[in-house]
Structures are given as structure tokens and as C-alpha cells.
């Protein structure tokens, strides 16, 4: 009787609730419910939505791939050196990085669609800035003066604003090769590169660290606040300390230094959780696994963070660059998409077991980059448009038509 008074009181609840919104309809024939035409609205409501919030993602792989391709006209415009230029190419991460320290706090206070709209924010002021702040279209006598109010009032900028016009002169000349063209055969090297590096930079478990951060230190008996907190400080001066030495020690040093550090950092955090599931050295684990994260990501930050995209930005001709930034980006989306997904299957089979994966795949970067990945330091190549050839039995090669030789 009891259970027939529930029913019916359930039923009535539904019918009431559902007549109210005028989304769905009781049907005596069928003993349940229908969707009445309102929820093709409730569909489309639910699909914009979604456009809205991934805009979030499309914004930010904007700003990944804007600089690789942008790199020889910023360059020539702004007379960046190199070490100038590299700290443009990687100071997407330190921003990435504060956001994540105030991120959370923002959507406490404010609420999680008053976080995404504060981020929108920036991202509108930083993309209204480039727009505003970029070359007018045969101004020459605004360009001369600008650049010399950039110089100062007494430097010679007859050369460089020379340079700067013949190479504006020579784009126009200059066609765009399409994404096809990539996978020809002189190009097969530098693809192999530059999306090589992309999948270790995300196979190597970057996602699993940054994203469960929390849960990794929860799990292992460490305060996540204080770990969150010493992670951060750790990232920002790592990343502040492979800007100062990119220049100094060359590209492929600090990523073999930056892919070793993460190879270890994944050892001690999966021997930790090893330790754990043989009940041993329970004081010392939360210890040994905020060394292991913050060894992590402190290398991480230190070259892989940031080289990646540096090396694909230099090792493509002009008449390409575009579309292998977008191809290199692609691919690193997608990595990052296949760890996250992955990784809470892989904690749940073996929380030892999924670090000693990203370990055994820091290990193979460390190989892939020590046979493969040239040395491009002081290389300017935005005039050429030769590829980039490799010997197989030597560490020569050649990148756009100039001689090297790999450290």
C-alpha cells in the first residue's frame, strides 16, 4: 500500500514538474514520457552552450600556434633576438601557470561561468592588442616613424627599415603551401621532429601531473594545498631559469636535461605508489612523491614545457610554417585529450604501474632526441625556402640549404 502511495505521489511530482517546464508530456498509453517540440530548443540550448564553453580551448589553441607562425614577421618588426624571441615563444606557460594559481580561488568566489568569463576577458584585451598593434599597409612614413620612436630618437633605422620592407616585398612573392604539401618527402624530417616531440611533451604524462595534481598528493597522504602551492613556485622558476639558459646551453642540452629530469620525477612518484601498495616506508611517501611531482614538473618547465614549439617554429620554411603549426598543434591536442581520458583508467588499474609508463616513455624521448633533434641555436632561416635533410650515419645536417653539425 505503501509503496502504491509512493508511486502515485512520485508520478504526480513528475506530471507537475514536467507541465511546468512545457517540456514533456504524460502518456497514459505508454505508462512514461515523451519529449514534447519544446526540447528541440532544450537541444539547441544544450549544443550552444557547448560552442560557448569549448571557445575556452579554441582561444587557447589560438595562442599556442599563434607564434610559430608569426615568428619571422615579429622578429623582423621588432628587431627580437633570439633570447627575446624565446621568451616570447614560452611566456604562454607562465601565464598559464598564474592563471592555475588563481583559477580556483576565482571559481569559489565568483563561480565556475564567472571564471570562464573573467578568462575571456584577457584573452579579448591580448587579441585586441595584437590586432591594434600590428604594421598598417603602405604607411612607410608612419612605419619609419614608429620604428624610430621604438629605437630611439637618435638610432639609424635606415637598414633595418630596409630590411623590413625587401622582406615584406619578397612575402608577396612567397606562396602559402597547403597542409598536403607537409607529407612530401623533403619535409618528412622535419614533420618527424617537430610532431615527435609533440607527443613525448604530452605521452610523457604532462596531463596526469597538472590535471591530478590534487588527487596524486590526497592519495598519497600529502596536503595538496601546500603541494599545489610549492609545485607552482617550482614551475615559475624552472621556467623563468630555461629562459635565461635556452640561448646559453642550446636547445637540444636542456631538453635532454628537461626529459631526464621528468623520466626520474615519473620513478620516484610511481616507486612511491609501489612503496604504498606493499604497506612499506609509509612515513617516507608523501615525502618521496612530492619530490617525484615537483622533479616532474620542474623539469618539465625547464625545456620541454617550451623548446617544442620553439624547434617546430625553426625547422620550417616560411612557404610551410603556417600549416605545420597548425598540424603540430593538432597533434599535440590530441595527445593531451588521449592522456587525460586515459589517465584515471590507468590510476585506477595501477597508480605505480601508470608512472613507470610515463617513465618508460620519458626514457624513449630521451633516445629520440639525442638521434634526432638538431641543434638550431643562432640559426636564422626565415629568407630560405630549403628544407631540413638529415644523415642517417652522421649527426650533420642541413637545415634550409645551411651546414651544422648536432652537439
Known amino acids: 500500500m505503501e509503496e502504491e502511495e509512493e508511486s502515485i505521489t512520485r508520478s504526480l511530482l513528475l506530471k507537475q ?11 497514459s498509453d505508454h505508462g512514461g514520457v515523451q519529449l514534447s517540440e519544446s526540447s528541440s530548443t532544450t537541444t539547441s540550448i544544450v549544443v550552444l552552450s557547448t560552442l560557448v564553453a569549448v571557445c575556452g580551448s579554441f582561444t587557447f589553441g589560438s595562442a599556442v600556434g599563434y607564434s610559430s607562425p608569426s615568428e619571422s614577421g615579429i622578429e623582423d618588426e621588432l628587431g627580437l633576438s633570439l633570447a627575446e624571441y624565446s621568451i616570447f615563444g614560452s ?3 607562465i601565464g598559464g601557470m598564474l592563471g592555475a594559481i588563481f583559477s580556483g580561488k576565482i571559481a569559489d568566489f565568483i563561480g565556475r561561468k564567472g571564471a570562464m568569463g573573467v578568462s575571456e576577458i584577457f584573452c579579448i584585451l591580448g587579441w585586441l592588442a595584437i590586432v591594434f598593434s600590428k604594421a598598417k599597409c603602405g604607411r612607410l612614413k608612419e612605419f619609419e616613424a614608429m620604428l624610430q620612436i621604438l629605437r630611439g630618437e637618435n638610432a639609424d633605422i635606415s637598414q633595418e627599415a630596409a630590411d ?15 597542409v598536403l604539401h607537409l607529407f612530401q618527402g623533403k619535409y618528412a624530417y622535419s614533420v618527424m621532429v617537430a610532431v ?14 597538472s590535471f591530478y595534481t590534487s588527487s596524486i598528493f590526497e592519495l598519497a597522504g600529502f596536503s595538496s594545498n601546500i603541494g599545489i602551492i610549492a609545485a607552482a613556485v617550482v614551475q615559475i622558476l624552472m621556467t623563468t631559469l630555461g629562459v635565461l639558459l635556452i640561448d646559453k646551453c642550446g636547445r637540444r642540452p636542456l631538453l635532454m636535461i628537461s626529459t631526464a629530469g621528468t623520466c626520474l620525477g615519473c620513478v620516484l612518484t610511481g616507486f612511491s605508489f609501489f612503496l604504498q601498495d606493499l604497506q612499506i616506508g609509509k612515513e617516507v611517501i608523501p615525502i618521496l612523491v612530492l619530490i617525484g611531482v615537483l622533479v616532474y614538473l620542474g623539469s618539465f618547465e625547464l625545456g620541454m614545457g617550451g623548446i617544442p614549439w620553439i624547434i617546430m617554429s625553426e625547422i620550417f620554411p616560411i612557404t610551410i610554417k603556417s600549416s605545420a603549426g597548425s598540424l603540430v598543434t593538432l597533434v599535440n591536442w590530441m595527445c593531451s585529450w588521449v592522456v587525460s581520458y586515459a589517465f584515471d583508467y590507468l590510476f585506477e588499474w595501477s597508480s605505480a604501474g601508470t608512472f613507470f609508463i610515463f617513465a618508460v616513455i620519458c626514457g624513449m624521448g630521451i633516445i629520440f632526441i639525442n638521434k634526432l633533434i638538431p641543434e638550431t641555436r643562432g640559426v636564422h632561416l626565415k629568407k630560405s625556402k630549403h628544407h631540413l635533410l638529415i644523415s642517417n650515419n652522421k649527426k650533420n645536417f642541413v637545415i634550409y640549404g645551411i651546414h651544422h653539425q648536432c652537439i
Do not use: V
Open 17 to 27: 514538474k514536467l507541465d511546468s517546464n512545457h517540456q514533456w508530456s504524460s502518456t
Open 91 to 93: 611566456i604562454l606557460t
Open 164 to 178: 623590413i620592407i625587401e622582406y615584406i616585398e619578397n612575402l608577396r612573392w612567397i606562396s602559402e603551401d597547403g
Open 196 to 209: 615527435g616531440l609533440m607527443a613525448f611533451q604530452e605521452f610523457g604524462g604532462l596531463n596526469g601531473f
